[in-house]
């Protein structure tokens, strides 16, 4: 049996590994995936041999919360607003004591004038009382670290919460140490105190955290959204009457009617009326499709323009709505977490620097250097490899590429996004909406013998009593070009082929080829020119005025300006461009052929498309799914990193992990080059950071003292762990200079 569970308090890859170990020590678990970038467990488990109970008394064991199993989409929301707003706080907190606490401390280094009464010349002590005072509030601020950071180390999986813990911890007691011996008349220990220290790591881990979480992916609200699609009403038929009841008492079989303008309650059959239905949601076909008896419908489409009776065939979980929100609920849970740099090695690097620092002390003070020397040593050791740059390296740098990115119209929600776009080798752009406009325009109109504004004067008179959905590209070609409408008689619509009536005393019939010859109307001159705008992938249609063939319009959903641009600069970056789509194969490969792209999935269901994504990963790619649909939710879910178009769907918008504001994909070219440079930064930042602790944590363990070299200061040592901050921010802010090439 297999089951999800939410866990709260994670920071890190070490906490996660934390969580891993003391569930699969449970008799019974035979597997046990903690999903960092969704904060879940999904364990395997065998129910005869361990309960859900024991496993989340395991997580609790390794110091972690599991979440109520109830917990909605809403209220996940809400718990984690919260805690990024006490991030915030606890941030604000701990800043307003640092910044007079470095003043303080280290003001006189830059000439710094201080009042007499905490002045170190004249009031040694005073001066590090003052600075006491102000360190206590950046403690408090940070007092998860040491909740965490304390509980996980006595329980043998120390993370970098315990990093920082025992640092500032160190620096405080060694501060407290010096405050005594001050206290005795020792005024050397003024330069000892390390108050500010453990007050400047501990503001900018808070920092840090701050700006993680305010970059994490929101993918909760993306389940909510599906489920508000499907109407709360159904209009069934029960003993010849009319009733309204609950979607949730549909059963299999029940004849439901449906008036124009209404939503589809569940899927079913057609078994009276005749109409046409907006699927665009849920299949991506930006025109609405002529349904009649004998059709299917789907679910939380729109009926447009016709009353009609179906029966009920897929009700509740069995729904193709009901299935698009398990698939998206699946991918999300599925998806492989973004393995954070920082957090794998830290996972070695926290131990091995604990380890390092108590050898180190002890090491010296066996050697009968005493005990300030040995605990100057550890307090180095621990100060200069506390990970500041190592936990800023990340999120700094994500933090001024989303900004960058924003500038763009790049909207990237989570740095798991920002940090996974670079590694992107084959993107599959949805055709509808994404490649093209995803509305039905007239692209072609051909008259013969008339004027073409007169011709298009009659078939918009016409199309406007009709509400056919290619009518209404016709009607407003029509406005467009000012045209005035001529009152219709004699209108008449026939579904599937295409509408006759009287304008202007002339007869006129619009529609298709078997219209045209059911009217005995001869097409052989123009019907080539037919075919060959059908071989576009555009919807051709004739217009015959008093029996006489005067010309032929074409509606297609045409391709973006920047489509075919967009699609070559990818394919010269290395990438592999696949489309997918519902549409037909001739319009499919009709289109793909005006953008350049070889690779086409076409006539593909809404539910399958996750699934096309999936065979593409199973190849070895990492995959971009680009899309703008209710449909593409599940793909987009699926995929390494979804991208939405910024004019789609809410929910489309919601399961992907890049917007693109302006709807223009040519913004995936700047995403890809944005997520380069990023990551080239980030690796920049961590090459620096743990270039600090590589050079200076043999320093700080005195291997210059072996040599008859200085001991390393604790002081020199934290204003090299600060400058090893500083120039991780202003590397980061670089980024600021990013441009697209485009």
Known sequence: MEKTIKIGGMTCAACAKAVERSVKKLDGVIKGEVNMATEKLLVEYDPSKVRISMIKDAIKKAGYIPLDDNLTAESDKQRKDIEIKNLFKNLLLSAVFTIPLLYIAMGHMFGIMLPKIIDHTHNPLNFALIQLILVIPTVFAGKRFYKVGFKTLFKGSPNMDSLIAIGTSASILYGLFAIYKIYHGDMEYTKDLYFESAATIITLILLGKYLEAKTKGKTSETIKKLMMLSPKNARVIHQDKEIEIPIDEVEV??????????????????????TTIDESMLTGESIPVLKKAGDEVIGASINKNGSIKFKATKVGENTTLSQIIKLVEG??????PIARLADVISGYFVPIVILIAFISGISWFISGRGTIFSLTIFVSVLVIACPCALGLATPTAIMVGSGKGAEYGVLIKSGSALELTHKINTIVFDKTGTITEGKPKVTDIFSFGIDENKLLMYAASCENASEHPLGEAIVKEGSNRGLDLIPVKEFLSIPGHGIKASVDSHNIVLGNKKLMKDMDID????????????????????????????GIIAV????????KKAIKKLQDMGIEVAMI?????????????????????????????????????????????????????????????GIAIGSGTDVAIESADIILMKSDILDV??????????????????????????????????????????????????????????????????????????
């Open 556 to 563: 297609s959903d045409v391709v973006k300006e920047n489509s």
């Open 581 to 641: 789509t519902g549409d037909n194969k001739k319009t499919a490969e009709a289109i793909a052929k005006q953008v350049g792209i070889d690779r086409v999935f076409a006539e593909v269901l809404p539910q399958d498309k996750a699934m096309e994504v999936k065979k593409l990963q199973d190849e070895g790619k990492k995959v971009a799914m680009v899309g703008d649909g209710i449909n593409d939710a599940p793909a987009l879910a699926q995929s390494d990193v």
């Open 253 to 274: 079989g029940d004849i439901i009617i449906v008036r124009p303008g209404e939503k589809i309650p569940v899927d079913g059959i057609i078994v009276e009326g005749t």
């Open 523 to 550: 097409i052989n001159e123009t019907e080539k020119k037919f075919d060959d705008l059908a071989t576009e992938g555009k919807t051709p249609m004739f217009i015959a005025i008093d029996g006489k063939i005067s």
């Open 669 to 742: 070219v700047t995403s890809i080059q944005l997520s380069r440079a990023t990551i080239k930064n980030i690796k920049q930042n961590l090459f620096w950071a743990f270039g600090y602790n590589i050079l200076g944590i043999p320093i700080a363990a005195g291997i210059l003292t072996l040599f008859g070299g200085p001991r390393l200061n604790p002081m020199i040592a934290a204003a090299a762990m600060s400058f090893s901050s500083v120039s991780v921010l202003l590397n980061a802010l670089r980024l600021k200079g990013f441009k697209p090439e485009i």
């Open 331 to 336: 991918a999300q849970g599925s998806k492989a």
